[in-house]
């Protein structure tokens, strides 16, 4: 009974955040950005999320040239769509609001190729190719024990290795992109303009100036401050209250 209850509730939750969804984009049609705003936050709150929720999130925040909730809200839909060509071009028109310029440094050499090459799958997507080509080893197993000549035994040996190697190179892409990503914390600075100080206290020297809509990584973090870097490898403390973590 109580799995009926629970079944229900979530059906009745869909279908309400799908009113709910609908009435955000007929505000946004008529030019309610605000209201639409509103709408869209109703549905994130009561805990339903999806890209779709977040790229016209950041779209009405675009359309009312508030620069950091709009990049903040391309980004996440981003996280969940990583491939969406309009996410992605959207995104970049909400950046160039931004005051600050940064250039990011381009990685290069072997550390490149390595993350060009594991980024090309979500880790979990490289998880299910591993279980594929452990399936198929296994029916090359089958084919080189049950073959009854040279040759097909040759033929599936060769089969295995080759499908044991692409095994263990997708599981050590898995696991790099889990551990990159684990580690990667991206925020977004929603202060109009903050200091970014030399150490994690206020009387410190301040380093450098940010402004809102700016994309910093978080590396570490020490009371009410946390030191972030930029994508010009730059480094800094910021008081917490001013960035808005994307995960």
Sequence with gaps: MKKLFYI??????IFWAQD???????LYQKGQYKEAISTYETILKSGQESA????NLGNCYYKLNQVAPAVYNFEKALLLKPSDSEIQNNLAFAKKMAIDEIQETPIVGFSKIIQDFTSSFHYDTWGWIA??????FL???????FSHTTTLKRVFFLGMVVLLLMILISVFAGF???TRS??????IVFAEVTAVKSEPNKASQNAFTLH???????????????KIQLADLKEGWIEKSVVKEIK
């Design 8 to 13: 229900l509730v979530l059906f009745t939750q």
């Design 20 to 26: 709910a969804f609908e009435k955000g984009n007929a």
């Design 52 to 55: 779709e929720i977040y790229f």
């Design 131 to 136: 279980i594929v080509l452990a399936g198929l």
């Design 139 to 145: 029916l090359s197993f089958l084919g080189y024990y």
């Design 176 to 178: 790099f992109e889990q």
């Design 182 to 187: 684990q580690n990667d914390k991206p925020a």
């Design 212 to 226: 809102a809509g700016t994309k910093v990584y978080i590396l570490e973090t020490i009371s009410n401050y946390h």
